[in-house]
């Protein structure tokens, strides 16, 4: 009996992904990207999405067992729909799950990127082997995804573990959703860029290596160029990050006090610095917990699938879904 084919699909506001996993594996047989042309409208992108899953996939989708998707939220993966997606224009209530199904007569599952990079982490990453996970991305943005008891945590309507909308500054600056004071808007790479474009027009920094990297001049200041100096032992630079840090741990110890995971995990391009971040997380963390129970046996690590985490976490939710659907037909 030859294995089942899962395929694992990404739609994103610039490009669209999509892998093929041969059982039940994380190591991608094939991959395919592609351009979203998000202003060409839904219809336009889930052709395009049809197309690249057909690419990784056997001709005519022979032995598929399900597919994956990762699309923008917020969502609702219970009924497979797309509630809004600020990136797509016209993405509103958009029934995705439904007509990619009817596009392609396989079974779609649909989830969000931080909860399904959870589950490739928990299933095939720095959380194998753990029953309680919590996984942040810190990158443009801020997520956050639970596995609590094996399962992953999406709550009543799919909508649970929004951590980078936590409120961390009242008042505070103005977060990508509209509110003011969010995690996001004080400690992703985003608003590391613009809190050292501030700085730095302040008269901060004035020998950091970041003008150097920025050629000179403010506005090309990213949180990219940030972690490049901070990487290079500019001491401006790593401040900035550590500042991001203590935010993110503090938040942490609130999540630790909420789910008491046995690891936390961190993706998204911002933790590639490693402990440049993380360290000034796992400082906060111990002085904010209120007990050291919380954080004693509990490691801040990095993700190890690296950027294919959110592709092998949408393979991984076919290949969970259509297990549990084996299992209820026995």
């Known amino acids: 009996m030859t294995d089942p084919i899962f395929i694992g699909a990404d739609v994103g506001g610039t490009s669209l992904r999509a892998a093929r996993f041969d059982g039940y594996t994380h190591t991608p047989m094939a991959k395919a990207k592609s351009p979203t042309y998000a202003a060409k409208g839904p219809e336009a992108v889930l052709q395009r999405l049809d197309k690249i899953i057909r690419e990784v996939a056997p001709p005519d989708l022979a032995g598929v067992a399900g597919i994956g998707l990762i699309a923008p939220g917020p969502l609702d993966p219970f009924i497979g729909t797309v509630l809004t997606a600020p990136n797509l224009p016209g993405w509103e209530n958009l029934p995705i799950k439904k007509s990619m199904e009817e596009r392609l007569g396989k079974p779609v599952f649909l989830g969000n990127d931080a909860n399904l990079a959870a589950l490739a982490e928990w299933k095939f990453g720095a959380g194998r082997g753990c029953a309680e996970v919590l996984y942040l991305t810190i990158s ?103 500042e ?87």
């Open 244 to 330: 991001a840090g203590t935010f993110i741990g503090r938040t942490v110890a609130s999540l630790l006090h909420l789910y008491n995971p046995s690891i936390v995990i961190f993706g998204g391009g911002v933790s590639m610095l490693g402990d440049i971040l993380l360290n000034p997380v796992r400082e906060a963390v111990r002085k904010y917990a209120m007990n050291e129970f919380y954080w004693r046996d509990c490691p801040i690590v990095q993700a190890e699938l690296g950027d294919d985490a959110g592709l092998i976490g949408a393979g991984a939710l076919a290949m969970e879904e259509v297990g549990n659907k084996a299992k209820e037909a026995i």
């Open 140 to 242: 443009t943005g801020i997520g956050g995804g639970v596995i609590s008891g094996g399962k992953m945590l999406l709550g009543a309507r799919g909508l649970a573990v929004e951590a980078g909308h936590i409120l961390v500054v009242p008042d505070g600056p103005l977060c990508g959703c509209g509110q003011r004071g969010h995690l996001e808007a004080v400690a992703s790479g985003t608003a590391i860029g613009r809190n050292a474009q501030a700085r730095l027009k302040a008269g901060d920094g004035e020998t950091s290596k970041i003008w150097e990297i920025a050629c000179g001049e403010v506005d090309k200041v990213t949180g990219a160029v940030v972690g490049e100096a901070a990487l290079a032992g500019d001491e401006f630079a790593q401040r900035l990050i550590a």
